[in-house]
């Protein structure tokens, strides 16, 4: 009874918005499959963490599921090929970022057969040891699939440093448009069940809770009918309908009641949090031998045709999701990768998606309208929304006055990103735009000061090596002059000797 009274009590977040969620385009859209693309372009960085290294060349002939890039590094992650064709290219090729600069990627052409190639060997996860199921996690190539892309494995092995006793499955899905995760549910909960007790078995937890926003009653009702997990109960928490409750350390907020101290990890309270998608992932790659070649995409927004929720293949063009779904109907204002509140807007229309992407927005003018910028008034209402307590307007003068290390003092490496203060901002002024600048902004000081201390560690190694090169000419030259002046100082006893040696005796010189 305590502990739902406990619970109860810390199940908003602070600050947050309620922004208009719109799911209705597509939430009642079952997930449907994609025909397979003329192209399938798959980069090699679509994780947090290195590259990965290809193992393919241009005109290899790979298939289904083949291992075509190799993580490279403690953090990083396998690619698989996502269906059989030939390597037309394994060059560079624009980012599915707002930048669109190009990326090392690997280009197929699908062979239209969609041919298997052997798939990894099924795992029992009852029996399987934890440093297995997170050994088949990371062959397999999943990341966080709800944005953050963050290598699975690696956090599935924080067991060993820390002591774990929750799995949070992250089914909030607060960004308003997307129900990708809200459709996993509703349709393969059961799968989504067990890949939860599979990484609550590899985490060494009991305690499994899928914590799902309010206005998801459906996908809620279903994980209530599928509350079990390799065996281990699955407690479903419904929490506020509150953006952005799915922020990982605002939803262990909101389950646990405890706060995450700033810049630490929720696995110091002994929380991990795994994406439902995540959850799913796992569950095909343990069972069925399948690493991670396509995932559910929410495509939507009134430029769409046909709202719709589509099973893709990673590498699948935009434009060709979009043409799947009835078209454009009607030119985007603005086209995005993810939510709108978060989502990276892009201008090529030939990119692809990739592990990460879970929406595809083509937003119209009508829903993407705001009046002209005008100056702060300082009317604190930002300060309001921020879930991380921050002071968004103070932060913006900083910036705005040039003075990053005094933003820096007041919480920008804080910031989230979220877009809570950008959208409640009466004077329109483009906030977390500011605030993402100026953390570039200071990578790239921080890249400069590493290269500049780096060159002067390099300068002093190389005078130190210059240094250490002369002392040991000026060694060597000092003991060839000893030597020199001991052999003639040898020679001359030689000589003296001689000279002694051959000198008559006295006696006889008398006679």
Known sequence: MMGAVFSSLFSRIRGGV??????????????????????????LQQHIGAPAEPLVARDDHVLKGQLIARARGAISANLHAPTSGRVIAVGHFPAPHPSGLPVPTITIRPDGEDAWGP??????????????????????????????????????????????????????????????????????????????????????VDRIVVAIEANK???????????????????????PTQYPMGSEKHLVRAVTGRETPARALTAELGVVVHNAATAYAVHQAVRYGEPLISRVVTVSGRGV??????????????????????????????????????????????????????GILALTRAETRKPEVMPCIRCGTCVQACPCGLTPFELNARIQADDLDGAVRVGL???????????????????????SFA????AEKESRKHQQEETKRLAAARTAREEAIAEAKRAAMARHKAMMAEKKRRAAEEAAQAADEAAPEPR????
């Open 439 to 442: 953390r570039g902004r200071l």
């Open 18 to 43: 309620h922004p208009e969620t719109r799911k209705f385009l597509s939430a009642g859209c079952a997930i449907e499959p994609m025909p397979l693309p003329a192209l399938l372009r798959v980069p």
């Open 305 to 358: 045709g046909r709202p719709a929720n589509v099973q893709a293949l990673i590498g699948t063009p935009v434009a060709d999701l979009l043409e799947h779904c009835g078209g454009l109907a009607a030119e985007p204002d603005r086209l995005l990768l993810g939510g709108p509140m978060m989502g990276q807007p892009i201008e090529n229309r030939r990119v692809p998606i990739v592990k990460g992407t879970n």
């Open 413 to 435: 490496l804080d910031c989230v990103s979220c877009g809570c203060c950008s959208y409640i901002c009466p004077s329109n002024i483009p906030l977390v735009q500011g605030f």
């Open 119 to 204: 798939r990894m060997a099924r795992l029992r996860p009852e029996d399987a040891g934890p440093e297995e199921i997170a050994q088949r996690v990371a062959e397999a190539g999943i990341v966080g699939m709800g944005g953050a892309t963050f290598p699975a494995s690696v956090k599935l092995n924080l067991r060993d440093r820390y002591r774990l006793h929750t799995l949070i499955v992250n089914a909030a899905e607060c960004e308003p448009y997307l129900t990708c995760d809200d459709r996993l549910m509703r349709e393969r909960a059961e799968e989504l069940a067990d890949g939860a007790g599979i990484m609550a078995r590899a985490l060494g």
């Open 217 to 239: 009653p459906e996908a809620a009702a279903a994980m209530r009918r599928h509350n079990l997990g390799l065996g281990r109960p699955i407690q479903v928490k419904v929490v």
């Open 508 to 511: 006889e010189a008398a006679k």
